[in-house]
């Protein structure tokens, strides 16, 4: 079975705060996805990797940076967290070359920014 | 505009009913469409996948895809309590970027 596992299910940070969530896969996929989701938007992306220290913006990149320096391990920051960052983040990976770009997401972390 | 639209609902029905779930979108560069299912507290899960117009049956479950509408629907027959949860119509061309709809909350009353 495909384990996709975030380091928090639940976090609340102070306005200015640094702030790390992990992601780790365990099934050697390529992609790896940050997503955020908030009632009535849906899922929007935030950051894809699709390789080692490859990265690249999704839809809403503003606010936040990723790092990926292993395959298995993609990492969302928020450099100074604000109280519009307060959301359910996903983490997701697929395959790089997956005909059914299925992707495998973790249970989400709720951050609240106070 | 929104690429992929999805009425959230909610959506109450009687257990045993047929949940009739449907986006519509806007890029015609779209080929592979999927739902996921979300229930609460969880991440999404794979639910259904095509890559063609017309239906595909697993189960209770049948996807519908119609390219030449824009529009897709997901069919839950003889719905049960379990069905209870949200449900995401997500697409892509063909990169592996998914688009996805806002989700629409299902309820079953038992």
């Known amino acids: 079975d495909v384990k996709v596992t975030q380091s928090s299910r639940y976090l609340v940070k102070r306005t200015g705060e640094k702030v790390f969530l992990e992601c780790v896969q365990d099934?050697?996929?390529?992609?790896m996805f940050w997503y955020r989701q908030d009632p009535g938007l849906g899922l929007r992306l935030i950051y894809f990797?699709?390789?080692?220290?490859?990265?690249e913006k999704g839809d809403i990149p503003e606010g936040y940076s990723v790092s990926r320096e292993k395959k298995e391990r993609f990492s969302l920051i928020l450099e100074s967290a604000s109280t519009n960052q307060t959301s359910m983040y996903l983490c997701?990976?697929?395959?790089?070359?997956?005909?059914?770009?299925?992707?495998?997401f973790g249970p989400g972390t709720r951050l609240t920014v106070l | 505009q929104k690429e992929v639209e999805q009425d959230p609902g909610p959506l109450s029905v009687p257990e045993g009913a047929i949940v009739s779930l449907n986006c519509t979108y806007s890029?015609?560069?779209?080929?592979?469409f999927m739902w996921y299912r979300q229930y609460s507290r969880k991440g999404p899960e794979l639910l259904m996948y095509?890559?063609?117009?017309g239906n595909k049956e697993d189960g209770r479950f049948t996807a519908q895809v119609d390219k030449s509408s824009k529009y897709i629907s997901l069919f839950i027959r003889d719905s049960q309590p379990s069905d209870s949860a949200t449900y995401l119509c997500?697409?892509?061309?063909?990169?592996?970027?998914?688009?996805f709809g806002a989700g629409t909350t299902v309820t079953v009353r038992a």
């Open positions: 997701a990976s697929s395959f790089g070359a997956s005909r059914h770009n299925e992707q495998f």
């Open positions: 099934m050697d996929h390529e992609n």
């Open positions: 990797s699709y390789d080692v220290k490859m990265k």
């Open positions: 890029n015609s560069a779209f080929q592979y």
């Open positions: 095509t890559y063609s117009s």
């Open positions: 997500a697409m892509c061309s063909n990169d592996y970027k998914l688009s």
